[in-house]
């Protein structure tokens, strides 16, 4: 018989993020710290507004670009809240969340053999979706040392011939780190200099908690070469609905626009319509929650410094990255005990690549109660591990 799987497929190594889900799953009275994702149900409005456009009958596909309404209310948001400018008619494309908006990026601009260098610990997507486009992931590592900031050096030192693009998350899964303006800056001399594209994944640009956050594509000549991927999923606690989007300057933009409208058509009308709400109305909301995190991150930090679980602050996001190297065990070996000894769930470091190893992810997206309760378990964990 013939090989039934295309090679790259067979080449892909399943996310390690699951096992420990289904193992958790199947236990009793587990707080997890493991989940990705707001705790906040969508705000009221934005439920109501998608309501009401199924009341009204409005169920056909829409423009493969998405609503236009959406897409104004879009370039509204970006330049208010960030600074940038993008024309709604070409610039804008509305996706099924984040996640495609990543790979229709990888797609537009990827031949085969080029190279896309990533920044390490970093979402579990991003080396998969470019091994799928035909590219090459290079990973750079960061270290809790520079609180897992990508230093410009860094991206000299893996420069080839192939190299496309720079993927940037900030603020970043799973370290939570928040990159400022002056970094920003000298990463785009650098990017400037050896003629590359950005694409800056900006999911958590509404959760940061020190510094106002700056997207890339602000920065002198960046935005003729930079790829904004964002989506409402974190900002706006709009998982479930799957709704995300691109802007991009109009050619990249286009290329992206002919990927969408042969495979996925258009994104789901009713979440569209929803989330004209939550950009026209959502803004109190979004503050409360990220108040919300930013107390809930706090006490994160101190308490897990605390139990000898040392970490910096993050800057945005709703994760912390401790160092978990003092109890001697591989961030697998500790996640494994944690669960099984105290019921905890947390994702251990080494799924998220370079850098990883040596500390776990804790999600503080979970009530006041549910974290404080993690906490002790934790620290009766440290002293019997110390
Ligand atoms: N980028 C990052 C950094 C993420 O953490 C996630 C979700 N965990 C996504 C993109 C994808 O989010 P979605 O597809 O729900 O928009």
């Given at each position: 018989?013939?090989?039934?799987?295309?090679?790259?497929?067979?080449?892909?190594?399943?996310?390690?993020?699951r096992?420990?889900?289904?193992l958790?799953?199947s236990?009793?009275n587990v707080?997890?710290?493991?989940?990705?994702?707001?705790?906040f149900?969508?705000?009221?409005?934005?439920?109501?507004?998608?309501i009401?456009?199924?009341?009204?009958g409005?169920?056909s596909?829409?423009?493969?670009?998405?609503l236009?309404?959406?897409?104004?209310?879009?370039?509204?948001?970006?330049?208010?809240?960030?600074g940038?400018?993008?024309d709604?008619?070409n610039?804008?494309?509305?996706?099924?969340?984040?996640s495609?908006?990543?790979?229709?990026?990888?797609?537009?601009?990827?031949n085969?053999?080029?190279?896309i260098?990533?920044?390490?610990?970093?979402?579990v997507?991003?080396?998969?979706?470019?091994?799928?486009?035909?590219?090459v992931?290079?990973p750079?590592e960061?270290?809790?040392?520079?609180?897992f900031?990508?230093?410009?050096?860094q991206?000299e030192a893996v420069i080839?011939?192939?190299?496309?693009?720079?993927?940037l998350?900030?603020?970043?899964?799973?370290t939570?780190s928040?990159?400022?303006?002056?970094?920003?800056?000298?990463?785009?001399?650098?990017?400037?200099?050896?003629?590359l594209l950005?694409?800056?994944?900006?999911i958590?640009?509404?959760?940061?908690?020190?510094?106002p956050?700056?997207?890339?594509?602000?920065?002198?000549?960046m935005?003729?070469?930079?790829?904004i991927?964002?989506?409402f999923s974190?900002g706006?606690?709009m998982?479930?609905?799957?709704?995300?989007?691109?802007?991009a300057?109009?050619?990249?933009?286009?290329?992206?626009?002919?990927?969408?409208?042969?495979?996925?058509?258009c994104?789901?009308?009713?979440?569209?319509?929803g989330?004209i709400?939550?950009l026209?109305?959502?803004?109190?909301d979004?503050?409360?929650?990220?108040k919300?995190?930013?107390?809930?991150?706090?006490y994160?930090v101190?308490?897990?410094?605390?139990?000898?679980?040392?970490?910096?602050t993050?800057?945005g996001?709703f994760y912390?990255?401790p160092?978990i190297?003092?109890?001697g065990?591989?961030s697998?070996?500790?996640?494994?005990?944690?669960?099984?000894?105290?019921r905890?769930?947390?994702?251990?470091g080494?799924?998220?690549?370079?850098?990883?190893?040596?500390?776990?992810?804790?999600s503080?997206?979970?009530?006041?109660?549910?974290?404080?309760?993690?906490i002790?378990?934790?620290?009766?964990?440290?002293?019997?591990?110390?």
């Amino acid at each position: 018989m013939k090989e039934r799987l295309s090679k790259t497929v067979q080449s892909l190594q399943p996310s390690g993020i699951r096992r420990f889900f289904d193992l958790a799953a199947s236990m009793d009275n587990v707080i997890s710290l493991g989940v990705g994702e707001p705790d906040f149900v969508t705000s009221w409005s934005v439920r109501e507004a998608s309501i009401l456009s199924l009341e009204r009958g409005y169920t056909s596909y829409t423009a493969n670009a998405g609503l236009l309404e959406l897409r104004q209310e879009l370039m509204n948001y970006m330049k208010k809240q960030f600074g940038v400018s993008y024309d709604y008619q070409n610039e804008i494309l509305v996706t099924v969340g984040g996640s495609q908006a990543l790979d229709v990026a990888m797609r537009a601009i990827i031949n085969p053999g080029d190279e896309i260098i990533v920044v390490e610990p970093n979402f579990v997507s991003y080396s998969p979706l470019i091994t799928l486009a035909g590219g090459v992931p290079v990973p750079v590592e960061t270290t809790a040392d520079t609180e897992f900031k990508l230093q410009p050096e860094q991206i000299e030192a893996v420069i080839t011939k192939q190299t496309k693009a720079l993927l940037l998350c900030s603020p970043n899964n799973p370290t939570g780190s928040s990159l400022t303006k002056a970094e920003l800056e000298a990463i785009a001399d650098i990017v400037i200099k050896y003629d590359l594209l950005v694409i800056t994944d900006e999911i958590y640009a509404e959760l940061t908690y020190d510094e106002p956050f700056t997207s890339i594509a602000s920065i002198g000549a960046m935005r003729d070469r930079t790829i904004i991927v964002s989506g409402f999923s974190k900002g706006f606690a709009m998982t479930g609905w799957r709704l995300g989007y691109i802007c991009a300057p109009v050619d990249l933009l286009q290329a992206m626009l002919k990927i969408h409208q042969y495979t996925m058509m258009c994104a789901p009308t009713m979440a569209q319509y929803g989330a004209i709400e939550a950009l026209k109305n959502g803004s109190h909301d979004v503050e409360e929650m990220r108040k919300s995190y930013r107390r809930r991150r706090n006490y994160m930090v101190k308490s897990l410094n605390e139990i000898q679980l040392s970490c910096h602050t993050p800057g945005g996001a709703f994760y912390v990255f401790p160092s978990i190297k003092k109890t001697g065990l591989t961030s697998e070996q500790f996640a494994e005990q944690l669960l099984l000894e105290e019921r905890v769930a947390v994702v251990p470091g080494s799924v998220f690549g370079l850098g990883g190893e040596g500390h776990v992810r804790c999600s503080y997206a979970s009530s006041m109660e549910s974290l404080e309760e993690a906490i002790k378990r934790i620290g009766r964990f440290m002293q019997n591990k110390l």
